[in-house]
């Protein structure tokens, strides 16, 4: 099958189709995401090595004795060794020795084929199309946030990043009835928002004020700094970017304030796609291209054009 692989560079190779162990199953993927993390991955992130991508749509194609064969899937990309006490404890996300698809030791997404658990798949609605169910992780993702930093409808939020991710999660805390404000460097994008409910700034003309809670997704470093500047005292910092490169943080810059600084990453699967089956969030604006599998080293480079969003793979064989 044809594979896009990292081993330093990208590369597409004509690679086995992986054989489920025990207690995973084969998916056919039809639809894949690139994601600013595996942007990262082109970077050193996790000196990944295998096939990329964990942002999926597909079908189960086997065991044979499956009881998921034949179901339309999605799929959590943590996979823990079952056996510690994170994992007992349902931490497996957090498991010392995860392996993470298409990011940590597993084989992704960027293929016709992936193995993954069964304990890890959830069914797509029927409502859902490929088109939407293929946003499931990151929108997940998104739903991490007030999971961490809960939203009261009196808060005042800011959103730091107006990418895919920075959309999605503007879009989901604007649900909550909150002051949500969204800072952004491309008017296209920050237009997205604004019809539900967010108000956008280009990030130099962000006017003067505090917030309870920052979210940073810009994926720049300068967007962290950008937070810890507007969050009041005793307010919250929730971080989604993933840097390669060390971030110099002054530590007075939390000290003083008394602001929590929380990380953020995998969320809800189930949630997300309660949020797609009933129409509260349509995902479809964010897709800026689909390529075939064949074109991934394309699809890769137009992902790190500045201003891109969304760029999905056609995994499907024949594609």
């Known amino acids: 099958m044809l594979a896009l692989y990292f081993d330093g560079q990208p590369a597409l190779k004509d690679l086995p189709r992986p054989a489920p162990g025990d207690g995973e199953v084969l998916v056919r993927v039809h639809l894949a995401g690139i994601c ?45 060794c079952e056996t510690c006490e994170r994992c007992r404890a349902g931490l ?25 658990p069964a304990a890890n798949l959830h069914a797509v609605p029927p409502e859902v199309p490929d088109v939407w169910a293929v946003f499931t992780e990151p929108l997940a993702a998104a739903l991490r946030v007030p999971e961490l930093a809960p939203v009261s409808p009196a808060a005042r939020v800011l959103v730091v990043g107006d990418g895919s991710l920075g959309l999605q999660i503007a879009w ?5 009835g909150a002051e949500i404000h969204l800072a952004g460097h491309h008017p296209e994008h920050l ?8 108000a956008t700034f280009l990030a130099a003309d962000l006017p003067a004020g505090d917030y309870d809670i920052v979210v940073e997704a810009s994926g720049s470093p300068s967007g962290l700094e950008l ?16 840097y390669t490169n060390r971030y110099p943080l002054e530590p007075s810059a939390l000290v003083v304030p008394e602001v929590r600084l929380v990380g953020s990453r995998c969320g809800p ?3 997300a796609l309660r949020l797609l089956k009933d129409g509260r969030i349509d995902p479809r604006p964010l897709i800026s291209r689909t390529f075939p599998l064949a074109r991934g080293l394309e699809a890769l480079d137009w992902a790190r054009r500045p201003g891109v969003l969304k760029v999905h793979l056609d995994c499907r064989e024949g594609n």
């Open 269 to 271: 699967f189930a949630g």
């Open 227 to 242: 937070a810890l500047t507007r969050v009041r005292p005793l307010g919250t910092v929730v971080l989604k970017s993933t």
């Open 172 to 176: 989901v805390l604007a649900l909550s």
């Open 36 to 80: 600013g993390t595996d942007l990262a991955v082109l970077k050193g992130y996790h000196n990944f090595r295998g096939i990329m991508g964990h942002e999926f749509v597909g079908e189960v194609a086997g065991p044979a004795d499956s009881p998921w064969l034949g179901q339309r899937v999605v799929g959590e990309i943590n996979i823990g």
């Open 191 to 198: 237009a997205l928002a604004r019809p539900r409910g967010v």
């Open 92 to 116: 497996a996300r957090h498991c010392r020795q995860r392996r993470v698809l298409g990011l940590l030791n597993h084989d992704g997404a960027f293929a016709p084929y992936l193995t993954l």
